[in-house]
């Protein structure tokens, strides 16, 4: 009998360059064999499990600016690939005018895990359940993307094209995350039903956001993006057109939910089955979406 | 397989070791410095058995890459007590029961030290936030959470 769920890592050469060229350099000259690494909270647990295979792990979090946190009130706020999620929520900044993405990091795993993972590498681990990623695109990240020929902006929006897989190429570093100066008033909240109320992946996520906006019918602008119900992270944009163009009212974020639950695509698995994760998308899009709109009265 | 020498300090002490580049914190600390106070349970970031402080902040040692302690300070369970002097919260987890198997109490301690330092005065609910990484199955918690209680009272009474 072993004691151990998991083996330990399998042979592998760290790399940490010493700028962010070199560092895309190496890449792009060892792509498919070399990949980046922050927190490898992820990548650690996919090489024990034998699903990677990399020859080289290239160190980036300690590269340029990437331990770095900034907030302006009219750039916004910048947070570097570097920067644990412990640090986000600590933040005054954050907690201040970006709470979702507090309470978003707040869910992952535990405190330990969190002094390592990062959201940037949230992010690039591109997993239909990661926690953060909801909060980063109703929020309108970017990712500051560093290439072998220049520097570059990517719009979350796009970013993913399926399980574990972006736009990223090889030899791409992504360096930070950037967020616009938030609508005010503004309101969100995570709902993430896991298997246990802490530390678990979710079954289900839902991101709900919400601030006034004079520019439609309803006086009001909603988001929703799901977690674990589709190959990528969702916006649900037909929440979003729905509840801008009619008056916000009960009735109304119950159909916002049932929309939501339309726009899913959900499969079995060993936490939840499809049937179940469709039923609790609507109800916690409605849930999420009427308690994000208290907030905002 | 590259092997890097780095240097860094554990418990105090400085020390210099040659690590493979798969070496993890938890392996360097178990296999090549005898620190077998620290447990590897998941090795997958699960349990928090192999909680130690990097740089003071509680880390699983086995999702951190023992190459990437370079220049850091590492505290284990073998470094929490002074000249003899138990912690405050080694102290309290013994006065309240706190400790069945044992197996994963260093994890613990040092989560709970992590917690103290940063806030001195929890909740109920930090304390629990605090320990969710942290797995116990003999003791159900309650004595666990008491103990973190009673060690942030005694520790505000020594500093105060």
């Known amino acids: 009998m072993t004691l151990n769920a998991h083996p330990e890592l399998p042979e592998f050469d760290y790399i940490r360059p010493a700028s962010l060229m070199e560092a895309s350099q190496f890449l792009a000259e060892h792509a498919g064999e070399a990949r980046p690494m922050l927190g490898g909270t992820d990548i650690f647990v996919r090489m024990r499990d034998g699903f990677w295979h990399e020859k080289y792990l290239v160190d980036v979090k300690h590269l340029d600016g990437s331990g770095d946190i900034r907030f302006d009130p009219v750039a916004g706020l910048t947070i570097g690939a570097g920067v644990n999620m412990n640090r986000v929520i600590a933040s005054p900044q954050v907690q201040q005018h970006y709470p979702l993405l507090a309470e978003a990091c707040r869910s992952v795993a535990s405190y330990q895990l969190r002094t390592r993972a990062t959201i940037v590498g949230n992010i690039c681990n591109a997993s239909p359940a990661g926690d953060t990623i909801g909060a980063c695109l109703l929020l309108g990240g970017t990712l500051k993307v560093h290439g072998v020929t220049s520097f570059r902006q990517v719009p979350l929006p796009g970013f993913f094209l399926g399980p574990g897989s972006t736009v990223l190429q090889p030899g791409d570093i992504v360096t930070a995350i950037q967020f616009p100066p938030p609508p005010q008033p503004d309101s969100g909240m995570y709902i993430k039903l896991g298997r246990n109320q802490m530390s678990d992946l979710s079954i289900v996520g839902v991101t709900a956001y919400g601030f006034a906006d004079r520019t439609t019918t309803s006086g009001y602008r909603f988001r929703v993006a799901l977690a674990s119900v589709a190959p990528v992270p969702l916006v649900v944009h037909a929440v979003e057109e729905y509840l801008a163009a009619h008056e916000i009212s009960p009735e109304a974020f119950k159909q916002a939910g049932r929309l939501a639950q339309e726009s899913c695509n959900p499969i079995d698995d060993v936490r939840g089955s499809a049937r179940y994760r469709k039923a609790m998308v609507q109800r916690l899009t409605e849930k999420a979406l009427q308690i994000t709109w208290g907030q905002l009265q | ?160």
């Open chain 2, 1 to 160: 397989m590259t092997t890097h020498r780095i240097t860094l300090t554990i418990n105090g002490e400085y020390e210099q070791v040659d690590v493979s580049s798969n070496m993890t914190l938890l392996q360097m600390l178990r296999d090549r410095l005898a620190l077998t106070g620290t447990k590897n349970g998941c090795n997958a970031g699960e349990c928090g058995a192999c909680t130690v402080l990097l740089d003071g902040e509680p880390v699983n040692s086995c999702m951190v890459l023992a190459v990437e302690c370079a220049g850091a300070q590492i505290t284990t369970v073998e470094g929490l007590a002074h000249d003899g002097i138990l912690d405050p919260i080694q102290q309290t987890i013994i006065e309240h029961g706190a400790v069945q198997c044992g197996f994963c109490t260093p994890g613990i301690l040092l989560s709970a030290r992590g917690l103290l330092n940063r806030n001195p005065n929890p909740s109920d609910e930090e304390i629990r936030e605090a320990l969710v990484g942290n797995l116990c199955r003999c003791t159900g918690y309650l004595r666990i959470i008491d103990a973190v209680k009673d060690a942030a009272l005694r520790q505000q009474a020594l500093l105060s």
